[in-house]
C-alpha cells in the first residue's frame, strides 16, 4: 500500500498512529440475492504481510509481520459481522512516554493542531444538527451485530520505554500468546468473552486469564520470578539504596456494574505478593536483606471502601538500625526528599487530609495476622536522651514476633485490642560494629538474655495486657535512655522477671498493674558524680553499689491516678553485697544520691511500701 499512502494523507493526517508500509491480500466470496429483500452475503480471508505502523512523531510504533482474518459470514445491509478467528503473529509493538510525560499510542500528530481547533470551534454548531438527524435516523440506521470466534496473537513483543525517568526505564515482554474466544457486540446474556495469555517479562513469567461482558470483568494475572532490579528507575526516585529482589505476584479484579437485583462492584484481589532474596545496600554495603517478605489474602473494595488482608510476614530480616548524634534515623536517609516534605507543608497536608476524611464513607483496614522472623538486628543509638554523650547498643537475636486483629478505621486504631507475641535473644552490642557480623557476636551470644511476651495490645486507647518472661536482659546496655537523671554509671546489671503486667490510658491518667518475681543480677555502680564522690569519701570511678543478686519474690505494684502509689513485697534476698555508705553531718545517707534530686517545681509520688517478709545471706 505504499504507493498508494500519498492519495490517503488527507484522511491520516489526525490519526496518532501512521501507516508505513503494508501488503494486503484477499480470498473472498461475494453472493447477492434479492428474496424479497436485498442480501449482500461476504466471506474469505484478507491478509496482510510486513505492516509497519508509526507513532504521530513518525518513531517506529508497530510492526507485523502477518496478519490472517477470516470471515464467515458477513452482511453490510442487515448489519452483521461473523468472524471466524483473527490471527496476529510475532507483532512487535514499541510504547513510549516521552519527556513530557505523553504516551506514543495516544499523540496526535504535530499538524493536526489547527483541525482539532477548528473541530473544537463547530463542535458547537454542528451538535445540535447531528442530534437532529440521529434522531430523524434512529429508526433506519442499522444496528451492527458482530462476533468473532477466536482471536489469536503468536509470538509477541512489546517494549515499553519511559523518558520521565533518570535513566531511562526500559522493559520488554517477549514470547506473548494471547488468546480470545466468544467476542461478540452486542454481548449475548450468559455467554461472556473468555481470554487468556502468558508472556515473558525481563525473564519472569507473567499468565493471565479471565471473562468479560459489557457488565462485567473478572481477571486474574501471575507473575512470577520477576527482578525487581528491572524497575529500578522506578524505585530510584523513591529509594537511595539499590534493592534486589526476585517479585512474585498473584492479583485478580472484578467489575460489575449495577442492575436490577445485582449491586455494583469493584474489587482488587492480591492473593498472594512476595519478595524472595531480597537486599537492600548502599556503596556494595549490605543495609538489609531479608529471606521474603510478603501479604497474602488481600482483598480492596473500592467501593465500599474497605481492605481485608490475610497475613503479612517477613522472614529471615538481617538488618542495622541506627539514629545518629543528631536523631536522625538511618532510615530517613534511605528516602529521597522532596520539597513538599517541610514540617509547614506536613502539617498543611495533615489538615487537607483530616477535613477529607470526614467527608465521606470511612476507610476500614483489617489485617488477620502479622508475623516476623529475624535472626539478627543490630540496634545502635548515638541520640537516646537530649545533651546524652552515650550510645545506645543492642545485638538482638532469634527475634519471633506475631500480632493478630489489627484493625484501621478512617486511620485510626481500632478499639478492639489485637494479640500479639515476641520472644527474642538480646545482648549488649558494639556501636563500633558494622554488617550482619560484629566482632563481639561471639560474646554477645554467650551474655544473651531472653525475652518472651505475650498478651494483648490496644491502641485506642492504649493498653497492654501481657505476661512476660525476661531472663538476664541488659539493663546496663540501656542506661543512656536515663540521660542525665543518675550520679552514677551502671557498668552492668541484668534483670529477670516472671508474671503479669497491665497498664492502661486512662483520661484521668495512667494505671499501671504489676505482680510476679524478680531477679536483679549482677550489679556493678561506679561514681559519676565528683559531688557524690566526694561525699562519699572517694574519686569518680570508684565503686558504689555492688551486688551479685538481688531476688525478690511475690513483688506487687499498683499506680492509680489521683491516688498513692502502692508497692508489696512478699520476700526479699540479697548475695555478695557491697555499699560504700557514708552518712553526712546532716545525717543524710549518700546512696540517696544516686538519682539526682527532681527540679524545685516537681511534685513527689506518695509511695506506700509493704514488706511482708525480707532477707539478706
Given at each position: 500500500i505504499g504507493p498508494y499512502l500519498p492519495y490517503l494523507k488527507p484522511a491520516l493526517n489526525n490519526l496518532p498512529v501512521q501507516p508505513v508500509s503494508a501488503v494486503l491480500g484477499a480470498d473472498l466470496k461475494l453472493q447477492f440475492e434479492q428474496n424479497p429483500q436485498p442480501t449482500v452475503r461476504l466471506s474469505g480471508k484478507i491478509s496482510g504481510q510486513s505492516i509497519v505502523l508509526h507513532d504521530a512523531m513518525g518513531r517506529a510504533?508497530?510492526?507485523?509481520?502477518?496478519?490472517?482474518?477470516?470471515?464467515?459470514?458477513?452482511?453490510?445491509?442487515?448489519?452483521?459481522?461473523?468472524?471466524?478467528?483473527?490471527?496476529?503473529?510475532?507483532?512487535?509493538?514499541?510504547?513510549?512516554?516521552?519527556?513530557?510525560?505523553?504516551?506514543?499510542?495516544?499523540?496526535?500528530?504535530?499538524?493536526?493542531?489547527?483541525?482539532?481547533?477548528?473541530?473544537?470551534?463547530?463542535?458547537?454548531?454542528?451538535?445540535?444538527?447531528?442530534?437532529?438527524?440521529q434522531k430523524n435516523a434512529g429508526t433506519s440506521r442499522t444496528n451492527w451485530q458482530v462476533s468473532v470466534d477466536r482471536v489469536s496473537l503468536h509470538g509477541g513483543s512489546v517494549t515499553w520505554?519511559?523518558?520521565?525517568?533518570?535513566?531511562?526505564?526500559?522493559?520488554?515482554?517477549?514470547?506473548?500468546?494471547?488468546?480470545?474466544?466468544?467476542?461478540?457486540?452486542?454481548?449475548?446474556?450468559?455467554?461472556?468473552?473468555?481470554?487468556?495469555?502468558?508472556?515473558?517479562?525481563?525473564?519472569?513469567?507473567?499468565?493471565?486469564?479471565?471473562?468479560?461482558?459489557?457488565?462485567?470483568?473478572?481477571?486474574?494475572?501471575?507473575?512470577?520470578?520477576?527482578?525487581?532490579?528491572?524497575?529500578?528507575?522506578?524505585?530510584?526516585?523513591?529509594?537511595?539504596?539499590?534493592?534486589?529482589?526476585?517479585?512474585?505476584?498473584?492479583?485478580?479484579?472484578?467489575?460489575?456494574?449495577?442492575?436490577?437485583?445485582?449491586?455494583?462492584?469493584?474489587?482488587?484481589?492480591?492473593?498472594?505478593?512476595?519478595?524472595?532474596?531480597?537486599?537492600?545496600?548502599?556503596?556494595?554495603?549490605?543495609?538489609?536483606?531479608?529471606?521474603?517478605?510478603?501479604?497474602?489474602?488481600?482483598?480492596?473494595?473500592?467501593?465500599?471502601?474497605?481492605?481485608?488482608?490475610?497475613?503479612?510476614?517477613?522472614?529471615?530480616?538481617?538488618?542495622?538500625?541506627?539514629?545518629?548524634?543528631?536523631?536522625?534515623?538511618?532510615?530517613?536517609?534511605?528516602?529521597?526528599?522532596?520539597?513538599?516534605?517541610?514540617?509547614?507543608?506536613?502539617?498543611?497536608q495533615a489538615t487537607n487530609t483530616s477535613s477529607v476524611s470526614h467527608a465521606g464513607p470511612k476507610w476500614r483496614v483489617s489485617l488477620a495476622e502479622a508475623r516476623l522472623d529475624a535472626p539478627h538486628v543490630e540496634f545502635v543509638d548515638r541520640y537516646p536522651a537530649p545533651q546524652s554523650k552515650k550510645t545506645v547498643a543492642l545485638d538482638i537475636k532469634q527475634i519471633k514476633a506475631r500480632a493478630s486483629g489489627f484493625e484501621l478505621i478512617d486511620g485510626e486504631p481500632g478499639k478492639k485490642p489485637m494479640s500479639f507475641a515476641l520472644s527474642l535473644n538480646v545482648a549488649a552490642g558494639d556501636a563500633s560494629a558494622s554488617g550482619s557480623a560484629s566482632a563481639s557476636s561471639a560474646k554477645a551470644a554467650q551474655d544473651a538474655g531472653q525475652l518472651k511476651l505475650q498478651g494483648q495490645l490496644g491502641l485506642a486507647p492504649l493498653s497492654v495486657q501481657l505476661d512476660g518472661q525476661l531472663q538476664r536482659l541488659p539493663i546496663h546496655a540501656v542506661e543512656a535512655y536515663l540521660g542525665d537523671a543518675l550520679n552514677v554509671d551502671v557498668l552492668r546489671l541484668d534483670a529477670s522477671y516472671t508474671g503479669k503486667f497491665q497498664m492502661a490510658q486512662t483520661p484521668a491518667g495512667w494505671q499501671v498493674k504489676l505482680a510476679g518475681d524478680a531477679i536483679l543480677e549482677d550489679l556493678q555502680t561506679s561514681l559519676r558524680?565528683?559531688?557524690?564522690?566526694?561525699?562519699?569519701?572517694?574519686?569518680?570511678?570508684?565503686?558504689?553499689?555492688?551486688?551479685?543478686?538481688?531476688?525478690?519474690?511475690?513483688?506487687?505494684?499498683?499506680?492509680?491516678?489521683?491516688?498513692?502509689?502502692?508497692?508489696?513485697?512478699?520476700?526479699?534476698?540479697?548475695?555478695?553485697?557491697?555499699?560504700?555508705?557514708v552518712i553526712s553531718e546532716q545525717g543524710r545517707l549518700n546512696l540517696a544520691d544516686i538519682v539526682k534530686a527532681a527540679p524545685a517545681s516537681a511534685t513527689s509520688t506518695a509511695v506506700t511500701t509493704k514488706t511482708i517478709a525480707s532477707g539478706a545471706d
Open positions: 510504533l508497530l510492526n507485523l509481520p502477518s496478519m490472517v482474518i477470516q470471515g464467515d459470514d458477513v452482511q453490510p445491509l442487515i448489519g452483521k459481522m461473523a468472524l471466524a478467528s483473527i490471527d496476529l503473529t510475532e507483532p512487535q509493538l514499541q510504547v513510549l512516554r516521552s519527556k513530557s510525560g505523553q504516551i506514543n499510542l495516544l499523540a496526535a500528530p504535530a499538524n493536526s493542531k489547527v483541525a482539532i481547533k477548528k473541530e473544537a470551534t463547530g463542535a458547537d454548531s454542528t451538535r445540535a444538527q447531528g442530534q437532529k438527524d520505554s519511559d523518558e520521565t525517568t533518570q535513566p531511562h526505564a526500559r522493559l520488554h515482554a517477549q514470547n506473548l500468546q494471547f488468546q480470545a474466544t466468544q467476542i461478540a457486540w452486542p454481548f449475548a446474556a450468559n455467554k461472556p468473552l473468555l481470554f487468556e495469555g502468558s508472556s515473558v517479562v525481563e525473564q519472569g513469567s507473567l499468565s493471565f486469564a479471565g471473562t468479560a461482558t459489557d457488565a462485567m470483568v473478572s481477571a486474574s494475572a501471575k507473575l512470577s520470578a520477576f527482578p525487581v532490579s528491572a524497575v529500578k528507575p522506578y524505585v530510584q526516585a523513591v529509594l537511595i539504596p539499590s534493592l534486589t529482589a526476585s517479585a512474585d505476584v498473584q492479583a485478580g479484579l472484578l467489575w460489575q456494574a449495577a442492575g436490577g437485583e445485582q449491586k455494583a462492584a469493584l474489587q482488587v484481589r492480591l492473593d498472594e505478593a512476595q519478595l524472595s532474596n531480597m537486599v537492600l545496600s548502599k556503596d556494595k554495603v549490605r543495609l538489609a536483606q531479608a529471606k521474603q517478605v510478603g501479604a497474602k489474602g488481600a482483598v480492596i473494595d473500592l467501593l465500599a471502601q474497605s481492605a481485608t488482608l490475610q497475613e503479612v510476614q517477613a522472614s529471615g530480616v538481617q538488618t542495622r538500625i541506627e539514629r545518629s548524634a543528631t536523631g536522625r534515623w538511618m532510615v530517613q536517609d534511605w528516602l529521597f526528599a522532596h520539597a513538599d516534605d517541610s514540617p509547614t507543608s506536613a502539617t498543611s558524680s565528683a559531688a557524690l564522690a566526694a561525699s562519699s569519701g572517694a574519686v569518680a570511678g570508684d565503686d558504689l553499689l555492688n551486688w551479685h543478686s538481688l531476688n525478690v519474690k511475690a513483688l506487687a505494684l499498683d499506680m492509680q491516678p489521683g491516688a498513692s502509689l502502692k508497692l508489696a513485697v512478699g520476700e526479699a534476698a540479697v548475695t555478695d553485697f557491697f555499699a560504700r555508705v
